[in-house]
């Protein structure tokens, strides 16, 4: 069985482009999730998916992140304009469910953005 | 406030030795939680879990955790550690309404021969 895939793998950047993160979670998921892990430190949500709704965005900074999961499969994750801290491994995860025995995460091996 | 703390940065231990990497959380509510590992320039990896039921739950590759309420710990150990478990160690805590999970800061480890 496929993992979660997350493309691209490296990406970098200049300060004010745009760029796009992609995510293909594990077939039959139903649940995804975006997190961002700065260095040396845990991963933080940033958003959750159940199917295409987002049930989850407040740590979301909206003003410059957006997210989409069209027919509540893969699911993009955009930042326009980057900024110099916006640097960090962009994680994505999916589930079977959101509740208990179904909420173990397998995770993506991640995104690493460098913004310069 | 929900939370978890993982007091060790970085800790060093011979092969061979026994492990114990230290977990704190800081919850409202019954706590579930993980464990999970993490190489270098790979996703998190799933440990082990607690739900409920015996409080000293077996994970993959010969690691163990012990709920513990009254100290709101949930420590990981391996009697026997190999040069492969080298890596970074998650603690997580949740769900939580909204089902977010909580992750500690991580700890490094490193094995010498």
């Known amino acids: 069985e496929a993992g979660v895939v997350q493309s691209p793998r490296y990406k970098i950047i200049e300060k004010k482009q745009p760029v796009a993160f992609w995510c293909n979670p594990i077939?039959?998921?139903?649940?995804l999730y975006w997190y961002l892990q700065n260095l040396g430190q845990g991963p933080e949500l940033l958003i959750r998916y159940e199917n295409e709704e987002a049930v989850d965005d407040s740590q979301l900074p909206k003003d410059r992140f957006s997210a989409e999961r069209l027919k509540g499969v893969d699911s993009t994750l955009k930042i326009q304009p980057a900024e110099l801290g916006d640097s960090a491994v962009y994680l994505c995860?999916?589930?079977?469910?959101?509740?208990?025995?179904?909420?173990?995460?397998?995770f993506g091996p991640g995104t690493r953005l460098t913004v310069l | 406030a929900q939370s978890v703390t993982q007091p060790d940065i970085h800790i060093t231990v011979s092969e061979g030795a026994s492990l114990e990497l230290r977990c704190n959380y800081s919850?409202?509510?019954?706590?579930?939680l993980f464990w999970y590992v993490q190489s270098p320039g790979q996703g998190l990896q799933l440990l082990l879990k607690?739900?409920?039921?015996?409080?000293l739950v077996q994970g993959i590759k010969g690691f163990e955790a012990e709920f513990k309420r009254s100290q709101s710990s949930f420590n990981l150990r391996k009697p026997s550690v190999h040069w492969s478990d080298a890596a970074e160690y998650f603690c997580?805590?949740?769900?939580?309404?909204?089902?977010?999970?909580?992750f500690g800061t991580g700890t490094s480890l490193t094995v010498i021969p």
């Open positions: 919850y409202g509510a019954t706590p579930y």
């Open positions: 997580a805590v949740g769900p939580y309404t909204g089902n977010q999970f909580y």
């Open positions: 077939s039959g998921h139903n649940t």
């Open positions: 995860a999916s589930s079977l469910g959101s509740q208990e025995e179904n909420n173990e995460q397998f």
């Open positions: 607690y739900f409920s039921g015996d409080t």
